[in-house]
């Protein structure tokens, strides 16, 4: 088989896996998490930050704009995304908004649909030492069926890094 065959044929397989198969995931953890398995409490920068820990949006400076759809695979849905994260202050710190838009459309059981907003803020400083990070979000959730009451509400997120040379450890609270 020649190597451009053998990529195509390992990026369909790939695609269809994730696509069809696997736990629920929030739209906007994006493919880095998913090539960590998900580990990305102590090591998630940028939009996925939103997500997994919200201190780790102060880890490096940058902005980031990540669009796209997810598809939920057993959940039979799908949802189109957006987050926005700047961490490019000089002081450590960093805000973030996501926002994505769930759309079932499992067939025979009835549709259901909702939306989860995210906003975040997180703040960290760096030394010779480490560094440490801290963050929290807050999240509304909004779901429901046809027919039925929807089902709405905040929850947040609270999180912390401590770094020091290669070493890292993150922890958060849901």
């Known amino acids: 088989m020649s190597p451009i065959l053998r990529k195509l044929c390992l990026f369909t397989a790939g695609w269809l896996a994730l696509c069809g198969f696997g736990p629920y995931r929030p739209a906007g953890m994006g493919a880095g998490s998913l090539g960590m398995g998900d580990a990305q409490v102590a090591t998630g920068t940028g939009a996925s930050a939103l997500y997994a820990n919200p201190a780790g949006m102060s880890q ?17 849905s799908g949802a189109p995304f957006a ?9 450590g710190i960093a805000a973030g908004i996501g ?24 703040a960290g400083g760096q030394s010779d030492a480490g560094k440490l990070l801290i963050g929290g979000s807050a999240r509304r959730l909004s779901a429901g069926r046809p027919g039925s009451a929807a089902v709405q509400g905040w929850t947040g997120d ?3 890094i401590i770094g020091m040379q290669q070493f890292r450890i993150g922890a958060v609270v849901h």
């Not at 490096?60 to 039979?76: I, K, M």
């Not at 994505?100 to 906003?119: F, M």
């Open 60 to 76: 490096v400076q940058h902005g980031v704009v990540e669009t796209g759809f997810a598809r939920a695979g057993q959940a039979g």
């Open 83 to 91: 987050s926005i994260v700047d961490s490019t202050s000089a002081w």
């Open 158 to 160: 609270v999180g912390a």
């Open 99 to 122: 926002y994505a838009h769930e759309l079932g459309w499992t067939i025979p059981t009835p549709q259901r649909s909702g939306s989860d907003l995210r906003l975040a803020l997180s």
